[in-house]
């Protein structure tokens, strides 16, 4: 049975959590590979929304084996907070079904510091609109080879040289540059001990779990999080995440081969959104953003904030399609645009006076573009209740005919509500 992986195409908030926990039925083993607690993956399962930020969305299904890759950055008190609301709702939460790569790196209180520091320290229109979660700075302890491995959290002296050692860099700016309190090594040490206690009982070789769920026969379902335009080399820098989210990422972020990357699917929202500053071309001020913002429930399940919302763009979502190569489209929230009476899609933009097929590549070159739309006739009809294409309304299969006529990839799964049975 074929790998896959699924990744977000737009801004991320496109319902991967969803699909991959549908997709988790059928899986050996579930794998989150880059990332940290600034995603949020909302699954609706019998009428019950439950929000994960770093456990992988296959968790929900029985005897299901969910790792979390290297290409993670995890924090400790958020991990353990999930795993005990995991456990009060009688799911099996424990290391015999879910795993810590000892590669992954840890998110520590001084990260979550420097995070805060420094967009406060930001003028307002600078702000790029971090969680605030110190994932940002904790990538770049693990680059500047200083950060914390999961595995350092089982060598409690190791441990606390390494936190000593960041504080004695992080300390002059916390109080020179920012004019902060620094923070006693000490302190952050014994706040921490208990949590590498508890995490460390998850620790083992993801890439080992990778490679005998394969020997199986099993398939292994790759989860990404937030979005391709995310990307911290192919998204709309500055204001982007902290990792790749890319698929080429999943075999790196979780310790197998390329080779065993074969399905992709990309998780299309049937509009667009995004949550926090950057470029939007397609972003919409009107009563058809806010149609979209109020059936869509379009706030962010990890900060809350509202998502700015506008018509699909197919231009940004060509760009996806060339980075990441999918082999389907996954099309979520169709139903949120019932009501609709016309739909517009970007099928291309101009720019300088030119028409052009991808995105500027130069920073805030979006911001500098104008959306050309083409029209659709939209729907009444609630769509809701509907479990197979068929039976949608013309319009709407129209609809899906056009972006995957514009995408050159086939539609494979439709999704029309929240709830997990609301798929097809």
Request: aromatic share 6%; with cysteine.
């Given at each position: 049975m074929?790998n896959i992986?699924?990744?977000?195409?737009q801004?991320?908030d496109?319902?991967?959590?969803?699909?991959?926990?549908?997709l988790?039925?059928k899986?050996?083993a579930?794998?989150?590979?880059?990332?940290g607690?600034n995603?949020g993956?909302?699954?609706?399962?019998?009428?019950?929304?439950?929000?994960?930020h770093l456990?992988p969305?296959?968790?929900?299904?029985p005897?299901?084996?969910c790792l979390i890759?290297?290409?993670?950055?995890?924090?400790?008190?958020?991990?353990c907070?999930?795993?005990d609301?995991?456990?009060?709702?009688?799911?099996d939460?424990?290391p015999?079904?879910?795993m810590?790569?000892n590669?992954?790196h840890?998110i520590?209180?001084?990260?979550?510091?420097?995070d805060?520091c420094?967009e406060?320290?930001?003028?307002?229109?600078?702000?790029?609109g971090?969680?605030g979660r110190?994932i940002g700075?904790?990538y770049e302890?693990?680059m500047s080879?200083?950060?914390?491995?999961?595995?350092d959290?089982?060598?409690?002296?190791?441990?606390?040289?390494?936190?000593?050692?960041?504080?004695?860099e992080?300390?002059?700016?916390?109080r020179n540059l920012?004019?902060r309190e620094?923070?006693?090594?000490?302190?952050?040490f014994?706040?921490?001990?208990p949590?590498?206690?508890?995490?460390?009982?998850?620790?083992?070789?993801?890439?080992?779990?990778?490679?005998k769920?394969?020997?199986?026969?099993?398939?292994?379902?790759f989860?990404?999080?937030?979005?391709?335009?995310l990307d911290?080399d192919?998204g709309t820098?500055?204001f982007?995440?902290?990792?790749n989210t890319?698929?080429g990422?999943?075999a790196?972020?979780?310790?197998?081969?390329?080779s065993?990357?074969?399905?992709?699917?990309?998780i299309v929202?049937a509009?667009t959104?995004?949550?926090g500053?950057?470029?939007f071309?397609?972003?919409?001020?009107?009563?058809?953003?806010?149609?979209?913002?109020a059936?869509?429930?379009e706030?962010?399940?990890?900060?809350?904030?509202k998502?700015?919302?506008?018509?699909?763009d197919l231009?940004m979502?060509a760009?996806?399609?060339r980075?990441?190569g999918?082999?389907?489209?996954?099309?979520?929230?169709?139903d949120?645009?019932?009501?609709?009476s016309?739909?517009?899609?970007?099928?291309?933009y101009?720019?300088?006076?030119?028409?052009?097929?991808y995105?500027?590549?130069e920073?805030?070159?979006?911001a500098r573009?104008?959306p050309?739309y083409?029209?659709?006739?939209?729907w009444d009809?609630?769509?809701s209740?509907?479990?197979?294409?068929?039976?949608l309304?013309?319009?709407a299969?129209?609809?899906?005919?056009?972006?995957?006529?514009?995408l050159?990839v086939?539609?494979?799964?439709?999704?029309v509500?929240p709830?997990?049975?609301?798929?097809?």
């Amino acid at each position: 049975m074929s790998n896959i992986v699924v990744f977000g195409s737009q801004w991320g908030d496109e319902g991967k959590g969803k699909i991959v926990d549908m997709l988790a039925e059928k899986a050996a083993a579930i794998v989150r590979f880059q990332g940290g607690n600034n995603a949020g993956h909302t699954l609706v399962v019998g009428g019950e929304k439950i929000v994960l930020h770093l456990i992988p969305s296959g968790i929900l299904h029985p005897g299901k084996v969910c790792l979390i890759g290297n290409g993670v950055v995890l924090d400790p008190a958020v991990f353990c907070q999930e795993v005990d609301a995991l456990t009060a709702r009688g799911v099996d939460a424990t290391p015999r079904r879910l795993m810590i790569s000892n590669k992954t790196h840890v998110i520590m209180p001084y990260h979550r510091m420097m995070d805060g520091c420094r967009e406060s320290a930001r003028a307002e229109a600078k702000k790029i609109g971090t969680t605030g979660r110190g994932i940002g700075p904790c990538y770049e302890d693990k680059m500047s080879r200083m950060g914390v491995r999961a595995v350092d959290l089982a060598d409690p002296a190791l441990l606390k040289d390494k936190i000593a050692r960041a504080l004695g860099e992080k300390n002059v700016l916390f109080r020179n540059l920012y004019d902060r309190e620094p923070m006693d090594p000490d302190r952050v040490f014994e706040d921490v001990l208990p949590l590498a206690e508890r995490v460390s009982e998850y620790l083992g070789d993801v890439s080992a779990a990778i490679q005998k769920a394969r020997r199986s026969g099993g398939m292994v379902l790759f989860e990404g999080a937030q979005g391709t335009h995310l990307d911290i080399d192919h998204g709309t820098y500055p204001f982007v995440t902290s990792s790749n989210t890319v698929v080429g990422n999943a075999a790196s972020g979780s310790g197998c081969a390329p080779s065993e990357l074969q399905r992709v699917i990309a998780i299309v929202k049937a509009y667009t959104t995004r949550v926090g500053g950057g470029p939007f071309p397609t972003e919409l001020f009107d009563d058809n953003g806010r149609h979209m913002q109020a059936k869509g429930g379009e706030f962010g399940a990890t900060t809350g904030r509202k998502r700015r919302c506008g018509w699909l763009d197919l231009v940004m979502l060509a760009e996806s399609v060339r980075l990441n190569g999918p082999t389907e489209l996954a099309i979520t929230k169709l139903d949120v645009l019932s009501g609709l009476s016309e739909l517009k899609l970007c099928v291309k933009y101009e720019c300088q006076g030119r028409e052009i097929a991808y995105p500027p590549q130069e920073q805030n070159g979006m911001a500098r573009v104008r959306p050309v739309y083409e029209t659709a006739p939209g729907w009444d009809q609630d769509i809701s209740g509907v479990r197979s294409l068929d039976d949608l309304p013309e319009n709407a299969r129209a609809y899906l005919r056009r972006i995957e006529k514009g995408l050159g990839v086939p539609v494979g799964i439709v999704s029309v509500g929240p709830d997990r049975s609301q798929t097809f």
